[in-house]
């Protein structure tokens, strides 16, 4: 079983819309979740990350954690053109030394 | 605003070749790692380093592989003799003093094409 799955997509939006993201994993002993984004043909950058379950807010986004059900999300309010990219989400392993991502999502935010 | 830098930003090389990669990671960060990531999948842990020495490597990084951090400032990864299947991007990345694994500054990478 795959550790963290995600959809591929791509997810096509208009701006101003809220995004919803979501990831699945499968170890219930992973506790810190990060959400990134990648531009094409850039590094991923970190924008969130949540620790356990619980939801963390840093201002248009929002990531939240589910570990009843195993579930990752990141929701964006007031899509913009800017915010058009792939979304990683990613778990740090039970050891706390690496992080395993999922295959992202592509985003497009249309004006 | 402090980045990782990396260096070449594509290679394009023979199968069999040796090819090094070359990173500076932020100046006060003490924890650096390589990731890679191949054409349409995930990106993946290799290495992590520390202190002057490998802390973690995954099954990728066989013995084809190998790190160093021959001073204050370059991290590289080495690959002796290359394959088809190494043409990826490679993602350097460092963590800095305070924060946990998952708070990764990811440089821009370098892109390897393997002929």
């Known amino acids: 079983q795959k550790e963290v799955e995600q959809d591929p997509g791509p997810l096509s939006v208009p701006e101003g819309a809220i995004v919803s993201l979501n990831c699945t994993y499968s170890?219930?002993?992973?506790?810190?979740f990060m959400w990134y984004r990648q531009y094409s043909r850039k590094g991923p950058e970190l924008l969130m990350y949540?620790?356990?379950?619980g939801n963390k807010e840093d201002g248009r986004f929002t990531a939240q954690v589910d570990k009843s059900s195993k579930y990752i999300s990141l929701f964006i309010r007031d899509s913009q053109p800017s915010d058009s990219a792939t979304y990683l989400c990613?778990?740090?392993?039970?050891?706390?030394?690496?992080?395993?991502f999922g295959k992202g999502t592509t985003l497009s935010v249309s004006s | 605003e402090p980045e990782v830098t990396q260096t070449p930003s594509h290679q394009v090389t023979q199968m069999g070749q040796e090819v090094i990669l070359r990173c500076v990671p932020i100046?006060?960060?003490?924890?650096f790692y390589w990731y890679r990531q191949i054409l349409g999948q995930k990106v993946e842990f290799l290495v992590s380093?520390?202190?002057?020495?490998?802390?973690?490597k995954s099954e990728i990084f066989d013995d084809q592989f190998s790190v160093e951090r021959p001073d204050g400032s370059n991290f590289t990864l080495k690959i002796r003799s290359t394959k088809l299947e190494d043409s990826a991007m490679y993602f350097c990345?460092?963590?800095?003093?305070?924060?946990?694994?998952?708070?990764?500054?990811f440089g821009e990478g370098s892109r390897l094409t393997v002929l």
């Open positions: 949540t620790y356990s379950s």
């Open positions: 990613a778990a740090l392993n039970q050891a706390g030394t690496a992080l395993i």
């Open positions: 100046s006060n960060h003490l924890y």
């Open positions: 990345a460092s963590v800095g003093p305070g924060s946990n694994t998952g708070e990764l500054f």
């Open positions: 380093f520390y202190n002057n020495e490998i802390s973690e």
């Open positions: 170890n219930s002993a992973f506790q810190y």
